[in-house]
């Protein structure tokens, strides 16, 4: 993703989750999730 959010979290270091299709039908506010950034894994709790 190239977006201008990315760019800069990549540059700061900072993990982050894009381009995750359908992922608001599995998780809800309030849930509870894991990221796994080294492996590209969100877990839910």
Known sequence: DLSHGSIILRELQLPAITNAKGIMRN????????????????LKE
């Open 27 to 42: 998780i809800k506010t309030g849930d509870i999730v894991s990221l796994i950034a080294t492996e590209g894994v969100l």
